[in-house]
């Protein structure tokens, strides 16, 4: 009992596997996508600050390198199934919150208690920092299939997760780092040498031309 199994927890984090049950080339856990995410958004936040935007450096930190912690409760779950409907992507947040507020009021010492609270609370608001995290987060996911499409993996899912991740970055587009990430780091991605290039320029410019 207590913050030993917090602690002990984090190695879980490792044998959590993202988009589980698919064939791929190469496997990502949920431990290193925190790790990638955090990466990304610093550089998504230092893009903003550049360009004269305040960041609050310690909640973006904190919200990226926590935001998947209450997947060892649930498991990572495939993106067009969690975000199929609102009730169902609702539910999930429920079921994550209510466990892991349960395991915090069993594991850490009253005093701490609130602060992880606040600190393994869904990251994605309407702050800056929240909407860092939020297009952090599927960047990465972006770089997940794309790694596994450019590999040839015969597998749709990925071109869907492909397709939701960029038109979820695309809707924050009004951030000066979003167009940083679509005018140039998007470029550079597809000027890569690979198999299906073309399915995934009509899908991209597909998703860019959108209103």
């Not at 466990?99 to 800056?128: A, H, N, V």
């Not at 297009?135 to 794309?146: M, N, P, R, T």
């Amino acid at each position: 009992m207590g913050v030993h199994q917090y602690f002990k927890s984090l190695n879980d984090l490792e044998k959590l596997v993202r988009c589980p049950g698919k064939f791929k080339y190469q496997e990502h856990n949920v431990a290193a996508h925190s790790f990638k995410v955090t990466k990304i958004a610093q550089y998504l936040g230092t893009v903003e600050e550049h360009h004269g935007n305040e960041i609050n450096w310690r909640s973006l930190y904190e919200k990226a390198l926590n935001h998947d912690y209450p997947e060892i409760f649930t498991g990572d779950i495939k993106t067009p199934v969690k975000y199929a409907s609102l009730e169902l992507n609702t539910l999930f947040m429920e079921v994550e919150e209510t466990m892991t507020t349960k395991f915090i009021e069993t594991e850490f010492p009253p005093e701490y208690q609130q602060i992880y609270k606040d600190r393994l609370k869904e990251g994605k608001d309407s702050t800056l920092e929240g909407q860092i995290l939020s297009v952090a987060d599927k960047i990465d996911l972006l770089y997940e299939s794309f790694g596994e499409i450019q590999k040839r993996n015969p597998e749709p899912l990925f071109f869907e997760i492909y397709e939701e991740s960029l038109a979820t970055i695309k809707r924050f587009d009004h951030m000066v780092s979003v167009q940083d990430f679509l005018g140039n780091i998007l470029t550079e991605m597809l000027s890569e040498r690979f198999i299906p290039k073309d399915e995934l320029f009509e899908i991209t410019n597909s998703i860019l031309n959108r209103e």
